[in-house]
C-alpha cells in the first residue's frame, strides 16, 4: 500500500509542474498502478479539476486529455469508427469495466510498461504526446526516454484514414497479454507493432520496403522471417520466446488480412 501525505488538487499545470519537480511528489492518475506499490508520497498531485478528462476532434485529429480513463476511450464511437475499432480492441481485455473506468490514459502512456496493450495500439497510429515542459512530439520517441518529472498533458492521434488492427493472446481472459500485435497501412505504408514480447512495444523497420499495397504470401512470409531476425522476443511466465515468435507470425497474418479487407475477427 502507498502513503500520501499531502494531496493537493492543482490549479493549474504550471503549479502542478512545479510541485512534481520534487523527488517525492507524484502526479495522480487512476492510481490503479500506484495504489499496488509502497511508494511514500510527500505530496499527490491531482489533475482532475483541471478539465484534462475530455476527448476532443477536430479536422485533423482526436486530443485525448491524460485524465480520460480508458473506459472513455474504449467506448468513444468517434474515435473506434475512425480507427476500425482497434482502440477499444486494446483495451477490453484489461482486468473490467469498473478497473477501466478508473486507470486515466495518462498513466497509462507515462509508465510506458513493456505489457501496455494501449501503447502497442497508438504505436501504429500517427500519435504524439504533449507535455506540459517538452512539447509535441512522437509517441514513437516518448516511448523510449527516460522517466522524468514532466506532465502529459494529452494523447494527439493525426486523422489520416489509415487503416488498423489489433490482436492480442492472454493466458486468460484478464491476465496482462503475452503478446500484442498492431498493424496499420496509410496508403502502401505498413506499420507493424509488435507489444508485450515481453519487452516494450516497437515498431518493425523496413516493413514499407517489403510490403506492397497488398501483399502477396511471399511478401508477408519474408517479412515473418526479418521480424524473426530483427525484433527480440523474449521468455517469461506467460510464454517462451518461442511461443511468442509462433504467435507473432500468426498475429501479423492476420493483422495484414484485416486491413486489406479480407475476414478476419479477432
Ligand atoms: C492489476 C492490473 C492489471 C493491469 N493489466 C493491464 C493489461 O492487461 N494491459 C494493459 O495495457 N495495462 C494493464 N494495466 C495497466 C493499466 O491499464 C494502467 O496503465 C495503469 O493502471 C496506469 O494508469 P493509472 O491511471 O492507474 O496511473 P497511476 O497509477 O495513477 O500512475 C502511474 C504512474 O504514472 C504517473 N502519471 C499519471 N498520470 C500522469 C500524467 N498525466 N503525467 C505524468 N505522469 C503521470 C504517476 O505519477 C505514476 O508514476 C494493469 C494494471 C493493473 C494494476
Known amino acids: ?64 486529455g491524460c485524465m480520460c480513463t480508458l473506459r472513455d476511450m474504449e467506448v468513444n464511437e468517434s474515435l473506434n469508427s475512425y480507427f476500425d475499432g482497434a482502440i477499444s480492441k486494446s483495451l477490453i481485455h484489461i482486468v473490467g469495466v469498473q478497473f477501466r473506468n478508473c486507470a486515466t490514459i495518462g498513466g497509462s502512456i507515462y509508465s510506458r510498461f513493456g505489457f501496455s496493450d494501449i501503447l502497442t495500439c497508438l504505436l501504429s497510429l500517427d500519435t504524439y504526446v504533449e507535455l506540459y515542459n517538452g512539447g509535441i512530439i512522437p509517441l514513437s520517441i516518448f516511448k523510449d526516454m527516460p522517466y522524468d518529472n ?11 484514414n489509415r487503416k488498423v488492427s489489433y490482436l492480442t493472446h492472454r493466458m486468460s481472459a484478464t491476465d496482462i497479454p503475452t503478446l500484442a500485435v498492431a498493424v496499420s497501412r496509410l496508403e502502401d505504408k505498413w506499420e507493424i507493432v509488435l507489444g508485450a514480447r515481453p519487452q516494450r512495444a516497437v515498431l518493425v523497420n523496413k516493413c514499407e520496403e517489403i510490403l506492397s499495397q497488398n501483399p502477396t504470401k511471399e511478401e508477408i512470409d519474408f517479412l515473418v522471417k526479418h521480424i524473426m531476425q530483427e525484433v527480440k522476443f523474449g521468455s517469461n511466465m506467460r510464454g517462451s ?8 507470425g500468426v498475429f501479423i497474418n492476420r493483422g495484414i488480412e484485416e486491413v486489406i479487407g479480407g475476414t478476419h475477427e479477432n
Open 150 to 160: 514532466d506532465i502529459l498533458v494529452r494523447i494527439i492521434i493525426k486523422k489520416d
Open 1 to 64: 500500500m502507498f502513503t500520501i501525505k499531502n494531496y493537493v488538487v492543482a490549479e493549474d499545470l504550471a503549479q502542478a509542474y512545479e510541485l512534481n519537480q520534487k523527488k517525492n511528489n507524484v502526479i495522480l492518475g487512476g492510481i490503479a498502478w500506484l495504489k499496488m506499490g509502497e511508494r511514500n508520497i510527500q505530496t499527490a498531485i491531482d489533475l482532475s479539476k483541471l478539465g484534462l478528462d475530455k476527448i476532443e476532434e477536430d479536422e485533423d485529429s482526436f486530443k485525448i
Open 241 to 248: 520466446k518461442k511461443y511468442r515468435q509462433i504467435l507473432a
